[in-house]
């Protein structure tokens, strides 16, 4: 145990540095400096993190070229007839009509509230077991809307359908950790990195099972908390500091 603590440990120092940003998704955030434009950005860069990181990274830069690197101002200002280029944009399942609701939805919020953090918010409450609620209510308050597609709601992930919410525990995280070594934001304060739920993407998970760290046979919201209270063990404070040490370790290392 004492050991692979030491291990991860060496492996965060490796990987959590700003190197690891220029092939990550959360590189398209770092392209901006307003708070609400990293907030929107790091939003759809998240949301649309599945596949190779290079196509993410190329589909996000496609979708805020139409918003003139302006996402905030875009989602302010914006006439109907500026939402035209979006009926062209797609990337794997996530099409025109999930874009468009995504645009309406970020827009109606930002003429009502200061910061996405409010959004995320609703469920919250002290302690480590604060993340289901904070995610089930950001699901259900995101389509409260009545223009809200079904189709779309598969695209935010919640606990609700036992998902892992792999995308939105990774924009928590940009969001919320604290991080001197300038890859996570932390532009966010009323969620403690200690209530954080570490991302169980591919990577994640098969060097986790490797490792001993997950026990259960599917990957699921119960897995991503079985992993996080193992890293909670480690480091109570900033458990999820350790996904970069998994992530790394599976896709450098191929561990």
Same mark, same amino acid.
């Given at each position: ?26 590189? &398209? ?21 599945? +596949? ?7 589909? %996000? ?8 690197? =302006?996402?905030y101002d875009f ?19 996530f099409n025109d ?5 995504? &645009? ?58 036992? =998902? =892992? %919410? ?30 954080? &739920?570490?991302? %169980? ?8 099972r490797k490792l001993?760290? &997950? ?32 992530? +790394? ?7």
């Amino acid at each position: 145990m004492h050991n692979l603590k030491e291990f991860l440990d060496e492996k965060v120092v490796q990987y959590n540095q700003a190197g690891f940003i220029e092939n990550d998704p959360v590189s &398209i955030p770092h392209q901006y400096s307003k708070k609400e434009d990293i907030e929107i950005t790091g939003f759809f860069a998240a949301i649309l993190a599945w +596949g190779q990181r290079k196509t993410i990274i190329n589909k %996000c830069k496609e979708l805020f070229q139409m918003m003139d690197h =302006a996402p905030y101002d875009f989602l302010i200002h914006h006439q109907e007839q500026d939402l035209k280029p979006f009926l062209n944009f797609k990337h794997r399942t996530f099409n025109d009509i999930d874009t468009l609701y995504f &645009i309406h939805f970020l827009s109606w919020f930002y003429k009502n509230h200061r910061s996405l953090e409010e959004a995320f918010l609703l469920g919250w409450k002290e302690g480590n077991e604060a993340m289901e609620p904070i995610l089930k209510s950001f699901h259900d308050f995101f389509f409260h809307l009545p223009e809200a597609p079904q189709r779309t709601r598969k695209h935010i992930a919640t606990p609700a359908r036992k =998902a =892992a %919410c792999k995308r939105i525990n990774m924009y928590l995280r940009w969001m919320v950790r604290k991080d001197d070594l300038g890859v996570d934001f932390g532009i966010w304060n009323r969620i403690h990195p200690s209530q954080l &739920i570490c991302p %169980c993407d591919l990577h994640v998970d098969r060097v986790g099972r490797k490792l001993g760290l &997950i026990t259960r046979k599917q990957t699921d919201w119960l897995t991503a908390i079985e992993l996080t209270e193992r890293l909670r063990e480690f480091d109570p404070k900033d458990p999820v500091k350790y996904d970069f040490a998994l992530f +790394g370790l599976g896709i450098e290392e191929k561990f």
